[in-house]
């Protein structure tokens, strides 16, 4: 009898938190504050911080940090608000650095 697994997902690197799904993933290829991150449609178990404003490398943002809501640890930000119009599908969406989320049910 084959095992019953559930879906691919991300979670907190310090507490295990379910964060988000594989199926989420809209690009492998985003550089957060401390290296590679992912950009992700949605996330759960999340507690988002205040808004500023914020110079990337993709121009000026409106962002907001975002922490697992079980141990506070900060895994990336969320786009509030794109300022150039080649920027606004990301708005919304949610940023989770590599190195603050691990893998599970893979």
């Not at 989420?24 to 449609?41: C, E, H, M, P, W």
Request: net charge positive; with cysteine.
């Amino acid at each position: 009898m084959a095992d019953m697994v559930g879906p691919r997902l991300y979670s907190c690197c310090n507490c295990r938190n379910q964060i988000a799904l594989h199926d989420d993933v809209i690009s492998k290829s985003f550089q957060g504050r401390n290296g590679r991150a992912f950009l992700f449609s949605h996330a759960m178990n999340i507690m988002v911080g205040p808004k500023e404003d914020r110079q990337l490398m993709t121009g000026l943002h409106t962002v907001a940090d975002v922490y697992c809501c079980d141990c506070r640890e900060v895994l990336g930000w969320k786009y509030e608000r794109a300022y150039e119009e080649t920027q606004k599908y990301k708005e919304g969406k949610f940023i989770l650095e590599k190195s603050k989320i691990v893998k599970e049910n893979w």
